[in-house]
């Protein structure tokens, strides 16, 4: 009994004996005369003295039926099936017969037996000892006082589907027999009071293999469920030994000797012949001085703990069903195992500070996590709280995931505790549940202790490890000046932006920023060059700008593979060079020689380009004081200006900021700012070129002419060949009237009569050999227009004679029928059919009177330009011969131009109606 006492014991269960359901106030009563029982499917199975089986339902509702005549010896009910198979005896002697029932189909009120055959192997008659059944219904085995197995293999509720075989043979009795099924093996473990036997069913001939050589009593023996591995359970007095197919388990040294053995839901029962003397709580009666109890042991071998123990006298067996265990006494009585709940069980363990113990029972429980987390709470607390901080740190590990991180962290902030921390810590971020705040937490406990090692160790795991925000642990090394950490970080988890702050505001290591970003891919190459390249610039000027280059043309960072360049030269990556302009603020030769770089490579370059190189070209030339290399900077300036990229404006601008003359004079004649061009002259009083521009670009703008002249005649100096060179001009081109011109010329006071004379003499000569033509032309007209006047007055009041003989289209003499028109001209009227465009007008008077029709309309349409007379009357100077020019054209007269009728015959401008008479004279031939 020593092994046994040194196992904990518990009350786990609730025991209470079983009332009649009809009267509470009495115990309830089973069958006499038992001799089997066995439970399952919803039922605990009983078989008597008397041939009788019942059945007790879960209201404790007694069913019976007559199975044999004599008594009933052995009872198998299978838990998968309602099947129940049974032993008994139907005449006196040794004839055990076994008889197969189907609970769910009946025969006359009773279950359905669906099979009876003799249970006696041969013709040797012999006790059965034992019975079991798979739950496949494939294989039956019954056990005999002498030794031997008997096997039915098939369907056993049929008899022509199975057959039967001797298995075993043996001298010694067979006390316990159990299928084990697990996947498509199937063993048979046998046990005699000598032997231990397993045999292989799913293999030929049924190997065996003899496990042990000592075996067990009747009734002592069981088979584990699957959580013990289906174990084989034998109860010798000594030991209870668990088997495999194969080999011996473990065994357990329980002392007594043992008179039933039973494994029901992870517990193992034993009921042992137990004796107590009367003086001592419990078991004895008061009349002797000693007796015999049985005592139920519950055990629990995973956790090592008994669950209960009591006495209880004569127990026939013990049976499990409806969530509870049953013991069936001798007497009559039905006792009732009920199991606390969990939690019931976790408190009593708490109650006595077994925390390893409750964590095993959650655990064989299979609690859930959040239930295993509060007993690793709880069990962390009270080893905290006997100073075993070690200890309960490991506890608090295993809550990880439940419990609030800050409940630990407080207990253990203070300083001397600070390795239990850090250990919390680090456990944390191994199960990636860190925030950012531990994450702080842990590297300022590394930074603290100054343990480098740890630090290294946390910071240079592997990249499946990291289990950390590794942004806020750059943080805190930076802070804590642990940078050479903190750039490996930065580098090793690609947080650029970190490691270049890093490397250039803390390190100012400026080479290795430089070199990190060119290895960059292209978007963040160019992120970080925006952010630091005037710090760049300003300490590595020419690396900087060798990179930019790079980066605004065709980007191949230095750390991509060759896949990556391979991708890169299908497309090209190119960042705007504009965007990078204000990098070289500081750094004018450098950001010139960027830019002449950029419109090298790409001439179509953005425009800022283009500006900022001119801007930059017009600064050396302004400061230039070397006259050779003045001429050359002037050169690269211009041709800067004749290319397409520069934008006018801004260009002018530039030009005029610097005084750059050739410059403002080419964008002012490629802009077409004629004026601008003569004022510039004029400022600079640059006569010559004054009359130069106005000979270039006078035809394209008439009054740079006028201007001159007015310029030259504001001057008091002496201009009076330039003054003779543009009156010449005027008086070509005849820009000016000659009263404008005397009138400009008032003002100059050198300017005498002389300058003009020859300028007026030309013009009084050309006027007037202009009246002398008018005079001729009108005396022209008025001739015409009597002539007209009196043709048309003869062709209203006289009868007109056709006296033409030839046809004036084919010049042929006329035959009827023919076409006369009051023109005078005749036609055959075929030849007029053939030529003529409408049959009311003569071909041959048609093209004249067409040209004078669309002369009228031109005419017609100048009249109404209303505008064009309102811009010369603006412009003009003298807006009195505006206004009689256009009054003679008759701009102010509203005429209404009246379509030709049939006839009409349009002289020297004037219309008039000529009535025609179309005649067609039609002769028969």
């Not at 033509?773 to 209203?796: F, G």
Request: hydrophobic content about 35%.
């Amino acid at each position: 009994m020593a092994a046994f006492l040194q196992w904990r014991k518990f009350v786990f269960f609730d025991k209470d004996i079983v009332k009649d359901p009809t009267d509470s106030g009495k115990n309830f009563t089973l069958p006499k005369g038992i001799l089997a029982t066995d439970s399952g499917r919803g039922h605990v199975v009983l078989g008597d003295m008397e041939g009788r089986i019942w059945l007790l339902t879960r209201s404790l509702q007694l069913v019976s039926f007559q199975a044999y005549k004599l008594r009933v010896t052995h009872l198998f009910q299978l838990k998968q099936h309602s099947i129940l198979v049974s032993v008994g005896q139907d005449e006196h002697g040794i004839n055990p017969l076994v008889k197969v029932w189907n609970l769910e189909k009946r025969d006359g009120g009773n279950p359905l037996c669906t099979r009876i055959f003799p249970a006696i192997p041969g013709n040797r008659p012999t006790e059965v000892s034992c019975l079991s059944v798979n739950e496949n219904l494939n294989f039956m085995a019954i056990g005999f006082t002498d030794g031997s197995v008997v096997l039915t293999k098939g369907d056993i509720t049929r008899d022509r589907h199975s057959k039967t075989l001797n298995l075993h043979e043996g001298s010694s009795p067979v006390t316990g027999l159990a299928f084990r099924q697990i996947a498509k093996l199937t063993h048979l473990f046998v046990a005699t009071l000598e032997k231990v036997f397993c045999y292989t069913l799913s293999m030929k001939e049924y190997p065996k293999v003899e496990l042990d050589t000592h075996g067990c009593a009747l009734c002592c023996s069981s088979l584990a469920d699957p959580s013990q591995d289906s174990q084989f359970i034998v109860a010798g007095d000594e030991c209870v030994y668990l088997y495999q197919p194969d080999e011996r388990g473990p065994c357990f040294a329980f002392d007594g000797h043992k008179l039933l053995a039973h494994w029901h839901r992870g517990y193992l029962f034993l009921l042992i012949k137990h004796v107590k003397s009367p003086n001592k709580t419990g078991f004895g009666s008061g009349g002797s001085s000693q007796s015999e109890k049985q005592l139920l042991t519950i055990y629990d071998l995973d956790n090592k703990f008994i669950a209960y123990s009591a006495s209880f006298d004569d127990v026939i067996d013990v049976v499990a069903e409806w969530g509870s265990f049953y013991i069936l006494t001798r007497d009559g009585k039905m006792f009732v195992l009920q199991e606390k709940d969990t939690q019931t069980k976790l408190e009593m363990l708490f109650r006595k500070n077994l925390f390893v113990m409750a964590i095993n029972l959650a655990k064989s429980q299979h609690l859930d996590s959040d239930g295993l987390s509060e007993i690793f709470r709880q069990y962390g607390d009270h080893l905290y709280l006997k100073g075993d901080h070690d200890g309960a740190i490991q506890q608090y590990i295993r809550t990880i995931g439940k419990l609030e991180p800050s409940y630990v962290i407080r207990k253990f902030l203070d300083a001397q505790r600070i390795h239990n921390l850090t250990a919390y810590l680090q456990a944390l971020h191994r199960q990636s549940l860190a925030n950012a705040d531990h994450t702080t937490l842990l590297l300022n406990c590394y930074t603290k202790l100054k343990d480098s090692s740890k630090l290294e160790e946390f910071i240079k795991s592997s990249e499946s490890e990291v289990h950390f925000d590794v942004e806020i642990a750059i943080k805190v090394l930076r802070q804590a000046g642990y940078h050479s950490h903190a750039v490996f970080l930065a580098e090793r988890h690609q947080h650029h932006e970190w490691y270049l702050k890093i490397q250039l505001e803390d390190l100012k290591n400026y080479q290795e920023g430089l070199r990190y970003i060119g290895r960059l891919p292209f978007e963040q190459a160019e992120i970080n060059m925006k952010h630091y390249g005037k710090t760049l610039m300003h300490h590595v000027p020419e690396g900087t700008t060798l990179l930019l280059k790079g980066l605004c043309t065709n980007y191949q960072s230095s750390g991509d593979g060759s896949e990556k360049v391979g991708l890169d030269r299908i497309k090209a990556n190119k960042a705007n060079s504009e965007e990078f302009i204000p990098i070289f603020a500081n750094n004018p030769r450098e950001l010139k020689a960027f830019l002449e770089h950029m419109i090298k490579v790409d001439p179509h370059s953005s425009q800022g380009v283009y500006d900022t190189l001119l801007e930059l070209r017009l600064q050396d030339w302004a400061h230039e004081q070397d006259p050779e290399r003045k001429n050359i900077l002037q050169g690269e300036a211009l041709s800067l200006l004749r290319s397409d990229n520069t934008v006018f404006d801004k260009a002018l601008v530039l030009c005029q900021m610097h005084n750059f003359k050739e410059g403002i004079l080419y964008l002012y004649e490629k802009g077409k700012l004629y004026q601008q061009i003569m004022h510039h002259h004029m400022q600079n009083e640059e006569y010559g070129k004054v009359v130069q521009a106005c000979k270039h670009y006078g035809d394209q703008e008439g009054c740079l002419w006028e201007q001159a002249l007015g310029y030259f005649a504001r001057k008091e100096e002496d201009c009076k060949a330039y003054i003779s060179e543009v009156l010449q001009h005027i008086d070509q081109k005849n820009l000016m009237p000659p009263l404008l011109v005397v009138q400009t010329l008032a003002h100059n006071s050198t300017a005498t009569l002389s300058v003009i004379k020859d300028y007026l003499i030309s013009k009084l000569q050309r006027e007037s050999q202009q009246i002398e033509d008018d005079e001729s032309k009108i005396s022209q007209y008025r001739e015409e227009t009597a002539h007209l006047r009196s043709e048309i007055q003869e062709l209203k009041m006289s009868a007109k004679i056709f006296q033409k003989t030839k046809c004036n289209m084919c010049n042929s003499p006329l035959e009827i029928p023919s076409v006369h028109f009051l023109c005078g001209h005749s036609f055959h009227q075929h030849c007029f059919e053939s030529y003529a465009e409408s049959e009311a007008e003569c071909p041959t008077c048609t093209p004249e009177n067409c040209k004078v029709m669309d002369m009228l309309r031109a005419q017609d349409q100048k009249r109404d330009l209303h505008d064009h007379f309102n811009r010369q009357l603006r412009s003009s100077n003298d807006g009195f011969s505006v206004v009689a020019d256009f009054f003679g054209r008759g701009v102010f007269n509203k005429l209404t131009l009246v379509t030709d009728p049939p006839g009409t015959k349009t002289l020297g401008g004037l219309e008039v109606n000529l009535q025609r008479d179309l005649i067609h004279t039609k002769r028969n031939s």
